[in-house]
Every structure is written in structure tokens, then in C-alpha cells.
């Protein structure tokens, strides 16, 4: 289930960040971020999917998600420390959320990762152009998706798109 989820948001999510819409390899528009950005919106979205309170073992992230593992290290560790992620040691240790899927957003994640959004379209877009007021409408638009829309969001949703086509064998 999660290995799907990777490919569609592969698929909706080009590689390059900037804050814009842009036709990427698919055929839908999508907004930009970076592969990291990307993998750490995975990394939380496999955790929001697992067991509550049960740690998942990074190579386990790793391989269903399709992410290098010390890439992905590097990430849960800054995500650690955003409050994000918990890590428990030992032989049944591994990554577990720090808080429940409901409590945390697509825009919080991004934001952390990445850095203020602001700050990086500010520097290719000038505010003061005759498009400035435009692209400020843009960003307020992004932002009031991605800061509404919880992992628990995105889980109820994907697995429902999931279920709709379950195949039914009865006569």
C-alpha cells in the first residue's frame, strides 16, 4: 500500500523545488519541492500508516518507500529533532511518530525541511511586479491546502481510493 502511495506522489511531485506550478513528467500540475522534502513527506506518511506506538526499522522505510537508507537516516534525524519522529533503540527499535497523524501537516513537514517558502520564491520573484500581487495569492492558496491537510488526512484518502477498486469475485 505505502509503495503505491510512493509512486503516485513521485508522480505528482517533480524533483526540483520552487514554490510555483509547474508541468512536470506527468500529466498532472503539481507544486516543486526537493527529493529531500519529498522523502521526508514519505518517511511520515509510511509511519502514519503502521501500528501506533510500534517503532519501524528505517531499512523497513527504506525499502517500501524505494528511498536510500542513509539518505533516509540523515532525514528521520533532522525530522527527530522538528518534533516529528521519535526513535527507540535496541533490537525492536526504530521510528515511530511523535505525534499522532491527525496533529501533524503536509505544510509543517514542508516548512521545516525545506525552509520557509517565502524566503525562496521571494528570491526569483519580485514582489513589486506587475505579477506580485498574483503570486502572493498563489502562496497564501498553497499554503492554506498544505497547512489544512494532515497525514491522517492523506491516509483516510489514499485508502479509500485504495478500497474503491477492490476486486469483488462474488456471483
Same mark, same amino acid.
Given at each position: 500500500m505505502s509503495g503505491a502511495f510512493a509512486f503516485a506522489l513521485r508522480?505528482?511531485?517533480?524533483?526540483? #523545488?520552487?514554490? #510555483?506550478?509547474?508541468t512536470g513528467?506527468? /500529466?498532472?500540475?503539481?507544486?516543486?519541492?526537493?527529493?529531500?522534502?519529498? #522523502?521526508?513527506?514519505l518517511a511520515i506518511f509510511d509511519l502514519s500508516s503502521q501500528p501506533a506506538g510500534e517503532p519501524v526499522r528505517i531499512a523497513d522505510i527504506a525499502r517500501r518507500q524505494k528511498i536510500?537508507?542513509?539518505?533516509?537516516?540523515?532525514?528521520l534525524a533532522g525530522l527527530k529533532q522538528g518534533g516529528f519522529v521519535e526513535s527507540r533503540r535496541g533490537a525492536e527499535g526504530g521510528y515511530l511518530l511523535a505525534r499522532a497523524p491527525d496533529a501533524i501537516?503536509?505544510?509543517?513537514?514542508?516548512?521545516?525541511?525545506?525552509?520557509?517558502?517565502?524566503?525562496?520564491?521571494?528570491?526569483?520573484?519580485?514582489?513589486? /511586479?506587475?505579477?506580485?500581487?498574483?503570486?502572493?495569492?498563489?502562496?497564501?492558496?498553497?499554503?492554506?491546502?498544505?497547512?489544512?491537510?494532515t497525514f491522517a488526512d492523506l491516509l483516510r484518502a489514499w485508502n479509500e481510493k485504495q478500497n474503491r477498486y477492490v476486486l469483488n469475485w462474488e456471483i
Open positions: 508522480c505528482t511531485v517533480p524533483r526540483a #523545488y520552487n514554490l #510555483y506550478w509547474n513528467d506527468c /500529466s498532472v500540475q503539481a507544486m516543486n519541492i526537493s527529493v529531500k522534502g519529498e #522523502y521526508a513527506l536510500p537508507q542513509k539518505f533516509l537516516e540523515l532525514i501537516t503536509v505544510g509543517e513537514v514542508l516548512r521545516f525541511v525545506e525552509g520557509p517558502q517565502h524566503n525562496k520564491s521571494r528570491a526569483t520573484k519580485k514582489t513589486d /511586479s506587475a505579477f506580485g500581487d498574483m503570486w502572493q495569492q498563489v502562496d497564501r492558496a498553497i499554503s492554506g491546502v498544505i497547512d489544512k491537510t
